[in-house]
């Protein structure tokens, strides 16, 4: 069971450059994240989404896009990237209700491993 | 938002006991409060989640007053792999497509440091 995977694992950007990041999950989540923790900063939400086709900003989400056309991927995209966007990014999936299992889901984040990416 | 509020960093002894607090003064009424633990280079991983009073699993305990502006979370007897960040996160369990989300927050984390 693959969990949430995160693609690229590093990247190296010069500025001005665009790319995107993709994060899959195999649980069958509604919900999924974007985050970039800093150091010292903790995690901040970029954007977020609550179902396929569905997307919406969180605390810190100028200077990124993100799409979700599928419920299993979530793609965050740089347009023009800039040396504060100099991350890591983590992406993350979550569920709430009744998952046909008898249980109950309660909104936990299950994350990925990361994405380094440096702007130059 | 739900600005949280936690201790930068903390020592401990293996076999000790550990108590971490968080502050969150203006916790939502349908806000919950759940920990997580991340060791470097990972993604940040759940320990434990809970709305008011105490809540107890295999590996913590977290104690929450009953005004809910801080939460303590408890681990019992910790050994020199519990050594991590440990971050608290207050927010809806239900979330909106219309920035219900920005609710989510995180601190700034705790590095927990066990010596042997």
């Known amino acids: 069971n693959a969990g949430v995977t995160q693609t690229p694992k590093f990247r190296v950007l010069k500025t001005g450059q665009s790319m995107t990041l993709l994060c899959a999950q195999d649980?069958?989540?509604?919900?999924m994240y974007w985050y970039r923790q800093d150091p010292g900063m903790g995690l901040r939400l970029i954007h977020y989404?609550?179902?396929?086709?569905?997307?919406a900003k969180g605390e810190v989400p100028d200077g990124y896009n993100v799409s979700r056309l599928k419920k299993q991927n979530f793609l965050l995209g740089l347009e023009s990237a800039a040396p504060s966007q100099t991350s890591v990014y983590f992406c993350?999936?979550?569920?709430?209700?009744?998952?046909?299992?008898?249980?109950?889901?309660?909104?936990?984040?299950?994350f990925g491993a990361g994405t380094r990416l440096s702007v130059l | 938002l739900a600005k949280t509020t936690q201790p930068i960093s903390m020592d401990s002894y293996e076999g000790q006991e550990v108590n971490i607090t968080c502050s969150h003064n203006?916790?939502?009424?349908?806000?919950?409060i759940t920990w997580y633990q991340q060791f470097p280079s990972q993604g940040p991983r759940f320990i434990i989640q809970?709305?008011?009073t105490k809540v107890t699993n295999e590996v913590a305990s977290l104690f929450i007053p009953a005004d809910r502006k801080s939460s303590t979370l408890s681990l019992p007897r910790v050994s020199l792999s519990d050594t991590a960040v440990y971050y608290c996160?207050?927010?809806?369990?239900?979330?909106?497509?219309?920035?219900?989300?920005?609710?989510?927050?995180f601190g700034s984390g705790t590095q927990l440091t066990v010596l042997p």
């Open positions: 989404s609550v179902g396929e086709g569905t997307t």
């Open positions: 996160l207050v927010g809806p369990r239900i979330l909106i497509s219309s920035g219900s989300a920005r609710q989510l927050t």
């Open positions: 203006n916790i939502a009424t349908n806000d919950y």
């Open positions: 649980m069958n989540h509604e919900y």
């Open positions: 993350a999936s979550s569920s709430y209700g009744p998952n046909g299992t008898g249980h109950y889901a309660k909104n936990i984040q299950y």
């Open positions: 809970g709305y008011k």
